[in-house]
């Protein structure tokens, strides 16, 4: 079964930067859109940024836009979050999601947890204040 793996969280102050990443665990799975959501403690799941791998369009929540950077590399089927400017309230486990069925291309929406079949395990992010 093809898994998400991701990587790149830990701890940083205010004002700093983490990128993280994730890559399907073979290389044959293949995506319409791959992006990233993340949970607070004691929160629901929300979206961050999600990346179309038509196009490369690009979406973002806009709590994130203008700091986070959501980019791609197709001969790897990997996924990046370049985050800057962090702040206490960027504090989660962030989740990559892949859409494999082309619900996004489909609904034409693509901040829907339900957008999503895949899911990795998360990593954490925290951010000290």
Known sequence: ???????????VQAGGSLRLSCAASQRTFSSYAMGWF???????REFVAAI?????????????KGR???????A???????MNSLKPEDT????C?????????AT???????DYDYWGQGTQVTVSS
């Open 1 to 11: 079964q093809v898994q998400l793996v991701e990587s790149g969280g830990g701890m």
């Open 68 to 74: 986070f950077t959501i980019s791609r590399d197709n």
């Open 92 to 95: 989660a486990g962030y989740y």
């Open 108 to 114: 034409g929406t693509i901040s829907f947890i339900d």
């Open 97 to 105: 999601v892949a859409d494999t069925f082309g619900t996004t291309a």
């Open 52 to 64: 179309t791998w038509s196009d490369g369009s690009t979406h973002y929540a806009d709590s994130v």
């Open 76 to 82: 790897n089927d990997t996924v990046y979050l370049q």
């Open 38 to 44: 993340r949970q607070a403690p004691g929160k629901e």
